[in-house]
């Protein structure tokens, strides 16, 4: 007979073979849940804002050294002596020190607070690449704790409760190594708020909404990006320390609105076994909704579904474990982390590299925020209607273009101009692929490692993340071309990965490793890779 615990099964016995399983009970949960609270009502939307308003805050962080660590302008002091030589297009490391000054005090950035205009991009970069960094190893770190011992909302509120008290920390730094430290614990804190806060909110709604809920952290993640020029400009003749201390502040209090407002997905606690705090959740939303259904819900209600012991007692690991052994899900995996490290590079590096175009940083900033607005706007309204393999591949192919092209130079003005257009394209495109990606990806993996999946590919995006800002560094000395050209490339190539995956535009998403298997060998998709496994 088959196991009845089919992941403890898989981690156990990698000879024994998948257990029978009925597809109508495995599809049951969404249904039931849909018959009690409905696919979308005002507590579930309610619940959707107020988790996906964290991205706000984690577009604050990630982007704040665009600022605190820009290149400052200067100008030179001793234009009457005819023995200097310092002009506007002098190398700063080679003048005497009395021959030039800083436009801004020397508090505005920490270059120029800590002398560092002169110091390898290695050292000029490492702020942001330690934050990445931070990232990288906090989302590996973390990645299955939402799907197994802590839930989404809990590593929700712990993930922002650390990022904000770093971040009060870092106003305080006395050197660039201690800056370096506490901007690494702020990227490990704040790894996994993107995905808990998307998982959380998607898995409360009806299967026809969950693209558009998806796309609810998008538009918040842009709010916040749009923030970070406003609160700079305001601050620009402040200490760099001002920004981190004005942007912690709020993320604290919004951590107490998330332990008292925000509520845990039933769709989890279903799949943990915990059947009554799940039902208590529905009840707490159902009156709100103005939904209810003529049977009583009680456990009994969703008694005969068949995967609720599916990933108790597991260790930390084993939803990564579960995703490494079956080949189609390994096979997923890696050409969605792929993309995502192409995606990556571009996304969080073309912010870092504005400083090499000739253009404002604070109207460039602006716009490459706003240019986050039509690419939710897009994705909202365009994500049922549009294959996501194809969306992929087209956004993909022309961030590349657009990435490589913004880095040629013309001699009339205008080009200036031309220049930035292309950024913006190439910007906008990644936004949009980023989008997409990540609302695959929901749609590729079965509950019980889908946080754990998110958070892997996410985590692919801020790898590519952690070359960006070096990369942006040593452009700023040659136009662009180890910037941008880079960026062009990698976003181009890797994003040819998209034709290894599976269409799921209109498909329904599983519980189960077992369940998608089902479905997907019903079709005969999987039917290989299945048998692979056994």
Known sequence: MADSNPLLSEINSAESEPPVLHHKHLSSLDSRIELFIGDFGWAQFLQAFLVSFSWFFDAQQTFITVFTDAQPTWHCTQLNDPHNSCNSASNVCRLPQNS???????????????????????????????????????????????????????????????????????????????????????????????????????????????????????????????????????????????????????????????????????????????????????????????????????????????????????????????????????????????????????????????????????????????????????????IDKVNRKTSLLVFTSLSGVCSVMSVLKGIHPIWTTIQIVFELVSFFSACSAFCVLLIFTIELFPTCVRNSAVSLVRQAVVLGGVFSPMLAAAGRVNGGFLSYGVFGVVVGVFGLFVVCLPETRGRGICDTMDEEEYKQRDSGCLYNAVAGDV
């Not at 920490?110 to 931070?134: D, R």
Request: hydrophobic fraction near 45%; proline fraction near 4%; glycine fraction near 8%.
């Open 100 to 382: 030039w000054a800083w436009d801004r005090p020397r508090h505005t950035s920490t270059i120029s607070e800590w002398a560092l205009q002169c110091s390898p991009s290695l050292v000029q970069g490492m702020p942001a690449s330690a934050f990445f960094m931070g990232c990288l190893i906090g989302g590996l770190a973390l990645a299955t704790l939402a799907d197994t011992s802590l839930g989404r909302k809990n590593m929700l509120f712990l993930t922002c409760l650390v990022m904000s008290l770093s971040t009060f920390l870092t106003a305080f730094s006395s050197n660039i190594w201690i800056y370096s430290i506490l901007r690494f614990i702020t990227g490990f804190g704040r790894a996994t708020i993107g995905t808990s806060a998307l998982v959380l909110s998607t898995e409360l709604v009806g299967r026809r909404w969950r693209g558009q809920v998806g796309v609810i952290g998008f538009f918040c993640f842009t709010l916040g990006f749009l923030s970070l020029p406003a609160i700079a400009y305001t601050q620009r003749a402040h200490s760099w320390r001002t920004l981190y201390f004005w942007t912690s502040i709020p993320t604290f209090f919004y951590c107490i609105l998330v332990h008292f407002l925000v509520r845990e997905s039933p769709r989890w606690l279903f799949v943990q076994g915990r059947k009554e705090e799940a039902i208590g959740t529905l009840k707490h939303i159902a009156p709100i909704n103005g939904t209810t259904t003529k049977t009583p819900v009680t456990s009994s209600f969703f008694s005969n579904l068949s995967f609720e012991q599916e990933t108790r007692n597991v260790d930390l690991y084993s939803a990564i474990n579960v995703l490494v052994k079956r080949r189609w899900a390994f096979q997923r995996l890696s050409a969605v982390m792929a993309i995502g490290f192409g995606v990556g590079m571009v996304y969080y590096g073309m912010p870092l590299a504005l400083g090499s175009l000739d253009f404002n940083l604070y109207l460039s900033v602006t716009f490459n925020a706003l240019s986050e607005i039509p690419a939710s706007l897009i994705t909202l309204f365009f």
